[in-house]
């Protein structure tokens, strides 16, 4: 999802919100993403100069919290 947003960012000149899932119950066959990940996600998405980071679909308090400590918050 992150290349996706980096692509549109350097194509476009307007803001680009980035919001990923941490999981779906239509994944039956996948494991959800880890606060760890989504941590990574923050500091790649702020280098990247996206505008607008945040969390979707299984992401809980422990996810936003990872991202607001990866960037200091």
């Known amino acids: 999802m992150l290349r996706c947003a980096i ?7 307007a803001p680009v919100c980035c919001q ?4 779906h119950s239509w ?3 996948s494991t959800a993403e880890t606060p760890d990940a989504f941590a990574k996600f923050a500091r790649a998405g702020i280098a990247a100069r996206i505008g607008y980071l ?3 679909c299984g992401a809980g308090p422990e996810h936003v919290g990872a991202m607001a400590a990866a960037l200091g918050k």
Not at 7 to 13: D, F, G, S
Not at 20 to 23: F, Q, W
């Open 7 to 13: 692509a549109m960012r350097e194509a476009i000149p």
């Open 20 to 23: 990923p899932s941490a999981r």
């Open 27 to 29: 994944w039956a066959d």
């Open 54 to 56: 945040g969390s979707c």
